[in-house]
């Protein structure tokens, strides 16, 4: 489950950033701690990994990002340098929240091109929720918690002594895929009223975000509402409007956005900062008619950017040979998943380039 400044400005912005950006992509792990974790984790772990891309410095060797079982990759994540030397300057953050059941690593097609351009990406696994380790009910349906797992992740990038000279958490970015995007939205500042969700779903019990979802087939709305309601989850679930927004967010790039039913109308037009969004026109997941389109009608000057016969998973990383053998809907495309990759990394670009100059 599934944003124009004056030229004076640009004339004097930080060296980091007038300076051409490394070609070259590190990448670094780390993890960080949220009491929430324990709760959707199955091992009721309280970390959260994270993955960060980075500035690297020239020369470096860099390896591809593979996902799946070892020499049977069944998707190509982009590629990187484990641990490389960072390239010197101070860059601007980017906080990037996976789909339902997806990763860190599968968004890397993004994040690595971001760091390219000379962005910190720092990218979560959000537990229970993630395609490495169990799926729990806690992990799908607290999803507001997904952005205490970006905030503590930040947090744990600004205190390391490698990164941290190079971080500028003063020019930060949210960015969200699916459910990520309602994470992206949450963490923005957006407060979720759970109970217009469940209102819509059971007026519109075919929409995508209402229905079973590939990764986690048995989580009907009917066991997601029983879940909710019992001793375990009820006090997490009765906080759900708890404001969790990361302070100094300075744009917003949302790709398929889903769950945004669960935002007033009003709790998104007052979003502050500039807010970009691309979906793919066939999305049947996270239909843009009930989400990514009601986000331009709430708040003002939303970029809205709707692709052509691209589908919600065209948004995953590139599929092997054997990945699109396997896995079926999830590799199956009727667009250039390229064309899409690249029209998203060119719209985010542009966002984040208008946003921190």
């Known amino acids: 489950m599934p944003y124009t400044f004056f030229l ?15 070609p070259a992509v590190g990448e670094t792990h780390g993890v960080a701690h949220t009491p929430s974790a324990a709760v959707r984790d199955a091992g009721h772990s309280d970390q959260v990994r994270y993955t960060v891309w980075y500035p690297a410095q020239p020369g470096v060797q860099q390896q591809p990002l593979a996902i799946g079982p070892p020499g049977a990759p069944l998707f190509v994540a982009g590629s990187s340098a484990v641990d490389a030397p960072v390239a010197p300057g101070r860059w601007p953050v980017l906080l990037l929240s996976h789909g339902n059941g997806g990763s860190a690593r599968m968004m890397g ?10 962005y910190v990406v720092v990218a979560v696994d959000h537990p229970g929720n993630n395609g490495v380790d169990a799926m729990t009910e806690a992990g799908g349906i607290l999803v507001w918690n997904r952005a205490d797992d970006l905030a503590v992740a930040l947090t744990a990038v600004q205190a390391d002594p490698v990164l941290a000279p190079h971080v500028d958490a003063g020019r930060l970015g949210l960015v969200g895929y699916s459910a990520g995007g309602f994470t992206a939205l949450v963490a923005a500042g957006a407060r979720p009223d759970m109970s217009r969700l469940a209102a819509f779903c059971k007026t519109s019990p075919k929409d995508g975000v209402c229905m079973p979802q590939a990764e986690n087939p048995e989580m009907t709305l009917e066991r997601r509402m029983a879940a909710a309601s019992t001793p375990e989850l009820a006090p997490w679930v009765a906080r759900s409007a708890e404001d969790r927004r990361i302070p100094s967010v300075r744009a917003v790039f949302l790709m398929a956005p889903a769950i945004v039913q669960a935002f007033e109308p009003g709790e998104l037009a007052q979003l502050e900062a500039p807010l970009s969004v691309v979906v793919g026109e ?37 599929c092997t040979e054997l990945g699109r053998e396997r896995l079926g809907k999830l590799c199956a495309l009727t667009a250039d998943k390229q064309d899409t990759h690249q029209a998203t990394i060119q719209q985010a670009r542009s966002l984040f380039d208008s946003a921190f100059r």
């Open 8 to 22: 004076l400005t640009c004339l004097f912005a930080p060296l980091a950033w007038a300076a051409a950006p490394s």
């Open 109 to 118: 097609w993004f994040g690595t091109a971001l760091a390219q351009s000379g």
């Open 282 to 318: 066939t999305d049947g997941i996270a239909p843009p008619a009930s989400n990514s389109k009601v986000i331009a009608e709430a708040k003002d000057n939303v970029q809205l950017q709707v692709l052509p016969l691209v589908g919600h998973y065209d948004f995953l990383a590139d």
